[in-house]
T-cell receptor
């Protein structure tokens, strides 16, 4: 079982909707990540939070808005998305940025479809 | 800057045959290297990692990989393929001081009976 939990597993939304993706981990990790993955492609980094502060924003459009309410939770707020934003959104966590192993733990993803 | 190149986007192997997935990396510092597996409609699961300890790394599900600095390679092998090995495999590299993962393009493994 994954120790990074993502909800919902599937989400269908219209271009005018506002929705959120949620991610939770209880491993005491201090870095959390959002990745976007299109079919048959590797994951692409979107955002990184370290100690609840945004550390990396990979030039993601403002219609994606991340939030880290505490060290265990990570949200991705979605508004006015486009059909090309349909993808698998993966959350991940790591002990720290860099650190002794650099290993990321991934959730199972939220499959987003924008109509 | 760091990068990885996976040779072959698709690999087909017979059940019981050797699985060999190739990964070459580019890094200006001693890297951390990883192999992840992704089953359909699931997230990524770590198979194994190299973090400057032993150059031959054993992972889960019978996979192993060897770090060869002279060849800048980190190829993944499994002696005998099983049907359950059918999945997408990603090689990744990170800078130990930063931790940002750079993924390869992925290799789709198909296992035939």
């Amino acid at each position: 079982d994954t120790e990074v939990t993502q909800t919902p597993k599937h989400l269908v939304m219209g271009m005018t909707n506002k929705k959120s993706l949620k991610c939770e981990q209880h491993m005491g990790h201090r870095a959390m990540y959002w990745y976007k993955q299109k079919a048959k492609k590797p994951p692409e980094l979107m955002f990184v939070y370290s100690y609840e502060k945004l550390s990396i924003n990979e030039s993601v459009p403002s219609r994606f808005s991340p939030e880290c309410p505490n060290s265990s939770l990570l949200n991705l707020h979605l508004h006015a998305l486009q059909p090309e934003d349909s993808a698998l959104y993966l959350c991940a966590s790591s002990q720290d940025l860099g650190g002794s192993t650099g290993e990321l733990f991934f959730g199972e993803g939220s499959r987003l479809t924008v109509l | 800057a760091q990068s990885v190149t996976q040779l072959g986007s698709h690999v087909s192997v017979s059940e019981g045959a050797l699985v060999l997935l190739r990964c070459n990396y580019s890094s200006s510092v001693p890297p951390y290297l990883f192999w992840y597996v992704q089953y359909p409609n699931q997230g990524l699961q770590l198979l194994l990692k190299y973090t400057s300890a032993a150059t031959l790394v054993k992972g889960i599900n019978g996979f192993e990989a060897e770090f060869k600095k002279s060849e800048t390679s980190f190829h993944l092998t499994k002696p005998s393929a099983h049907m359950s090995d059918a999945a997408e495999y990603f090689c990744a590299v990170s800078d130990p001081s930063w931790g940002k993962l750079q993924f390869g393009a992925g290799t789709q493994v198909v296992v035939t009976p």
